[in-house]
């Protein structure tokens, strides 16, 4: 008896360690790790913490694209809490938005824009289409978004901005390099005449802050 309860202990001590062991979205080995979990509840539970904490890390690089995964996410998990879906559903659901994160820079060359430009058109259109929200949360149909070609030029512009201007050592400290930068960057957006003064001003200072968390 005191044999088998020990081995019952043990093989209960394993599954703790493996619930309680951090998994990342980016790990290789993601899938066979979330196939160990013991029930879809476990793993809907782990496949929330790790999105959610790659969302957390990534937001400030991509905000208007890692947002909207946050919002799906956040239904999902009110979904499940409201038992519209079971975990095996969520579980499914959640694997699209884990795709969607590691298919950020294949999404954004889809269409021709650069990770740094994907960021930016993400800023400059103000919003994400709700048939891409729609394909991510439900269908896992990818990024369905419509581009508007005039916004994808001007944000290709802007990352060309950035590139020249970060081609300089200390761009993050030299304040004349940034001040030509953000004069630069507000000229191609008043050229669009499609923001107000605020909205220019509040674009550049939301473009500079991706600049510095994704340009090294």
């Known amino acids: 008896g005191a044999k088998v309860k020990q081995l019952l202990d043990s093989r209960i001590d394993a599954t703790v360690r493996e619930l309680m062991a951090p998994v990342s979205v980016l790990d290789q080995d993601f899938e066979q790790k979330i196939a160990r979990l013991p029930h879809d509840e476990a793993r809907a539970s782990v496949m929330e913490h790790a999105i959610r904490a790659q969302i957390k890390e990534r937001v400030a690089e991509n905000p208007v694209f890692y947002e909207r995964l946050s919002e799906a996410l956040a239904r999902i998990i009110r979904e ?112 669009t005449g499609r923001y107000a003064e605020d909205e220019v001003d509040e674009l550049v200072r939301q473009v500079v802050e991706v600049a510095r968390r994704r340009l090294t």
């Open 80 to 191: 499940l809490r409201a038992r519209l879906i079971d975990a095996a559903e969520g579980c499914k659901r959640l694997a699209v938005l884990r795709s969607q994160i590691n298919r950020e820079e294949a999404i954004a060359a889809e269409h021709g824009l650069t990770p740094v430009s994907f960021a930016v058109y993400g800023l400059l259109s103000g919003d994400t289409p709700r048939d891409m929200e729609r394909g991510i949360a439900e269908e896992g149909e990818g990024y369905a978004a419509e581009f508007d070609e005039r916004l994808k030029t001007v944000a290709r512009d802007i990352d060309a901005v950035l590139q020249d201007h970060r081609a300089i050592i200390d761009w993050r400290e030299n304040l004349d390099v940034q001040r030509e930068m953000r004069r630069d960057i507000k000229r191609l957006l008043r050229d």
